[in-house]
Nanobody, 121 residues
Framework: QVQLVESGGGLVQAGGSLRLSCIAS????????MGWYRQAPEKQREMVAD???????NYADSVKGRFTISRDNAKNTVYLQMNILKPEDTAVYYC???????????????WGQGTQVSVSS
């Protein structure tokens, strides 16, 4: 089992910055990737950025060049630095962890409670 706790959401004006944090606990060694998703009202949850245990990163096209995902393995923490925020970035942001206990079994997804990010124009 993996538990995820997010923090760092808030209200900012367009062009501002925000830094989200997610602390993982539990079966840390089973995590092979972590990431951030977001869900706006009446919209489906979408991937924002993710990072593998090896350090490879992926970003949604809409945030590429503005957001940066990073990790601190010693603290079991993943961060999302969000710069040049736009009103369309407004959403609840969720931390995600993907675990795999065996190469022969499916991976599992774990989610944090979500943190609200609101960007005003």
């Amino acid at each position: 089992q993996v538990q995820l706790v997010e923090s760092g959401g808030g209200l900012v004006q367009a062009g501002g910055s925000l830094r989200l944090s997610c602390i993982a606990s539990g079966s840390i060694s089973s995590i092979n990737a972590m990431g951030w998703y977001r869900q706006a009202p009446e919209k489906q949850r979408e991937m924002v950025a993710d990072i593998t245990s090896g350090g490879s990163t992926n970003y949604a096209d809409s945030v590429k060049g503005r957001f940066t995902i990073s990790r601190d393995n010693a603290k079991n923490t993943v961060y999302l630095q969000m710069n040049i925020l736009k009103p369309e970035d407004t959403a609840v942001y969720y931390c995600n962890a993907v675990t795999r206990t065996s190469v022969y079994l499916p991976s599992r997804n774990y989610w944090g409670q979500g943190t609200q990010v609101s960007v005003s124009s």
